[in-house]
């Protein structure tokens, strides 16, 4: 019976320790101060409100920022020229096929080779000549960059993939001609 007793206190005292509790500070008359709850409360909403700012924020950029400004210049010349489209459209050609076998490593390597880089490096020249074809393209490059980032595989759809590569060969076909040049691939 003793034993029991000693470990019911045992227990009673460990839950309900003096030395658990911060001591209390007389505080000045006419001054309140906040529990350490509500601060954490209000500390916390604070985060969740800047860090949903900023996502929303970032979210209204749609991919690699607006198409307002120029895509960023990538390394590699712009070879702006009928044989440079002529190029880029087997190139795009090429990494159609590779997406139609389901190779992604040949696709990534294709698509970020010269292809890529060809689609940023061109856009100034565009945009001199046709505003709104530049801004379409900028934009599909976009969507293109996000479709090409590595997702899980189990959420990378080949098919959108394969659509928006071949959504953006028509137009850098459309582009060459707006810039003077012959339709690439016939």
């Known amino acids: 019976m003793i034993a029991d007793l000693s470990g019911e206190r045992i227990a009673q005292n460990t839950l309900f320790s003096r030395r658990r509790r911060a001591r209390r500070r ?3 008359q006419g001054k309140y101060r906040l529990p350490d709850w509500v601060w954490g409360l209000a500390i916390g909403m604070l985060v969740l409100i800047v860090g949903g700012g900023v996502f929303f924020v970032t979210s209204l950029g749609g991919g690699g920022g607006g198409c307002d400004e120029e895509l960023p210049p990538l390394p590699g010349a712009a070879n702006v020229t009928a044989e440079g489209f002529q ?9 159609i096929g590779y ?3 389901g190779d ?3 696709t990534f390597a294709t698509f970020y080779g010269d292809v890529h880089a060809f689609t940023h490096n ?3 020249e565009v945009r001199a000549v046709d505003e709104d074809i530049a801004k379409e393209l900028c934009e599909l490059v976009n969507e293109l960059e996000e479709e090409y980032d590595p997702p899980p595989p189990e959420q990378r759809s ?3 993939m394969a659509s928006a ?6 137009l850098l076909r459309d582009v060459a ?3 003077g040049f012959p339709r690439p691939g016939g």
């Open 26 to 28: 007389p505080q000045p």
């Open 87 to 95: 190029t880029e459209d087997d190139a795009l050609a090429e990494t």
């Open 99 to 101: 997406l139609n076998q």
């Open 104 to 106: 992604l490593d040949n």
């Open 122 to 124: 061109i856009d100034p």
């Open 158 to 160: 080949l098919a959108r």
């Open 165 to 170: 590569t071949i959504e953006l060969r028509e």
């Open 177 to 179: 001609e707006v810039m």
